[in-house]
C-alpha cells in the first residue's frame, strides 16, 4: 500500500548539480528514518546519506561536504541536494524509509530508484 517514488535524475557534467526528491504516498502512521542509498554497476549498495526523525543526518564519506539531505515531514518527503558531482557518483539512487503503518509494524519501504549520470 506504501509506495516511494525518486525523481530528479538524469545526465549531468562533472561539477554540475542534480536535486533528487522522494515522496511516499499511502496509509502512513509515521515515518523515522529516511535515507538516500546509491548502487552503480558491478558494485555494492551503499548508503549516501541518512536523516533521521529528530533531524540527525549522516553522510557517506564519499560525499560529505557535497550532499546535502533534508527531510519534509509534511509532504512525507526527502530530498538530495548534489552538489560539485563527480563522475564516480554515477549510480541509480534509492530512497528508503522507515515507516509505520496503520497495519503493521515498522519496516523498510525502498523506491524503484532514479538514474545518475556524471560526464567528465
Known amino acids: 500500500q506504501v509506495r516511494l517514488v525518486e525523481s530528479g535524475g538524469g545526465l549531468v557534467q562533472a561539477g554540475g548539480s542534480l536535486r533528487l526528491s522522494c515522496a511516499a504516498s499511502?496509509?502512513?502512521?509515521?515515518?523515522?528514518?529516511m535515507a538516500w542509498y546509491r548502487q552503480a554497476p558491478g558494485k555494492q549498495r551503499e548508503l549516501v546519506a541518512l536523516?533521521?526523525?529528530?533531524?540527525?543526518?549522516i553522510y557517506g564519506s564519499s560525499v560529505k561536504g557535497r550532499f546535502t539531505i533534508s527531510r519534509d515531514n509534511a509532504e512525507n518527503a526527502v530530498y538530495l541536494q548534489a552538489n560539485n558531482l563527480k563522475p564516480e557518483d554515477t549510480a541509480i539512487y534509492f530512497c528508503?524509509?522507515?515507516?509505520?503503518?496503520?497495519?503493521?509494524?515498522?519496516?523498510?519501504?525502498w523506491g524503484k530508484g532514479t538514474l545518475v549520470t556524471v560526464s567528465s
Open positions: 528508503k524509509f522507515v515507516i509505520n503503518t496503520i497495519a503493521s509494524s515498522a519496516m523498510d519501504y
Open positions: 536523516v533521521t526523525s529528530g533531524g540527525t543526518t
Open positions: 499511502g496509509t502512513i502512521f509515521s515515518i523515522n528514518a
